[in-house]
């Protein structure tokens, strides 16, 4: 996307009254500042994991030692491994919140590949890593934005490297919401977003929402995939923000106290409850949704959504 849109749109955007704003605040209050550790009791990132991912990411593949990575840990922006290069096709994976804690991004990365390759889609995948350490939920939802914005940038010199290469992004959890970050500061275009269980509201994927412009002009097509087991987007999302995540509900666009209108023609939700038990299963090779994932490259542009609005809630 181009920069255009003001800072003050932006705000505005950000800020806009809707139907839930008035109980998110509410919420913010209750829980206090300190973020989903406050709100559990837990003290520490292993704690973290126990309670709030269990232990459903803990026998992952591990990565081998040359595996691609975009770092955007720490300080500035690091690529490690072999980097894809003039490859016909190109996917990054986006971890989630307290990587550390829930199996390594790397290695998150190496079980989307191998399920991947399992469905027939053997491009290469790039794990994107960012600093997803902290206790602190709102400060998780900011870094996971600002990971989105800062790899927009690497990733819109790498485009520009790669003109035959197709771009695929996968996100998952707040991974999601940084691929929705990445969309609305991107000058180039990417073929496809994949958000899995993704960690933010159902509004903000609207046409006039939070990431609308970015899923309206930075891909050609854009799927939220999302499942009504996930007990985290469903459930813990909720004690948090007091809505539901898009990765359990799906976009909102209307109904309530105001209408955010419809989504962009690019997006389409894809209910996936049947095959996703749980916020650890989406991208596994031995269950998950990674067939649909596959299915949806060979569309080319979002189809309808498979869901139908439900309103309210």
């Given amino acids: ?18 139907r839930r704003s008035v109980l998110k605040a509410t919420s913010a209050a209750a829980v206090g500042t300190v973020g989903f550790g406050a709100a559990s009791g837990t003290a520490t990132a292993a704690e973290a994991e126990e309670e709030f991912l269990g232990n459903c990411l803990a026998d992952l593949p591990a990565a081998p030692e040359d595996a691609p ?25 986006i971890h989630g919140w307290l990587e550390d804690a829930s199996g390594g991004g790397e290695n998150q990365g190496q079980a989307l590949a191998n399920a991947l390759d399992a469905n027939g889609y ?28 800062g790899f927009a940038g ?17 996100g998952h959890s707040l991974g999601g919401r940084a691929a ?10 990417v073929a496809s977003v994949s958000a899995i269980g993704a960690a933010n509201d159902p509004e903000t994927v609207c046409a006039d929402g939070r990431f609308g412009d970015g899923i309206a002009g ?11 087991n996930d007990d985290i987007v469903c459930s813990a999302y909720k004690l948090l923000e007091m809505t539901e995540g898009v990765g359990c509900v799906g976009a909102e666009c209307d109904g309530g106290w105001f209408d955010d209108g ?15 038990l749980n916020h650890c299963d989406y991208f596994r090779p031995d269950r998950g949704c990674v067939p649909e994932i596959v299915d949806r490259f060979d569309d080319g542009t979002a189809a309808e959504s ?3 609005d439900d309103g309210w809630w």
């Fill in 1 to 18: 996307m181009t920069d255009e849109t003001t800072h003050q749109d932006e705000q505005d955007r950000d800020s806009g009254l809707n």
């Fill in 69 to 93: 990575i975009v770092d955007l840990t720490g300080d500035g922006l690091a690529t490690r491994g072999a980097m894809p290069s003039g490859e016909d096709e190109v996917l990054f994976y």
């Fill in 122 to 149: 053997g491009a290469p995948v790039v794990s994107v890593l960012w600093d997803s350490n902290t206790l602190n939920w709102w400060g998780g939802k900011d870094a996971a934005e600002a990971a989105g914005e």
């Fill in 154 to 170: 690497w990733l819109d010199g790498y485009m520009s490297d790669n003109p035959d290469t197709t771009v695929r992004v996968v």
């Fill in 180 to 189: 929705y970050a990445m969309l609305d500061a991107l000058d180039g275009s």
């Fill in 218 to 228: 930075s891909a050609d097509a854009v799927y939220n995939f999302h499942s009504k």
């Fill in 262 to 276: 419809s989504t962009p023609d690019t997006y389409a939700d894809v209910d996936v409850s049947d095959a996703v």
């Fill in 306 to 308: 498979d869901d139908e």
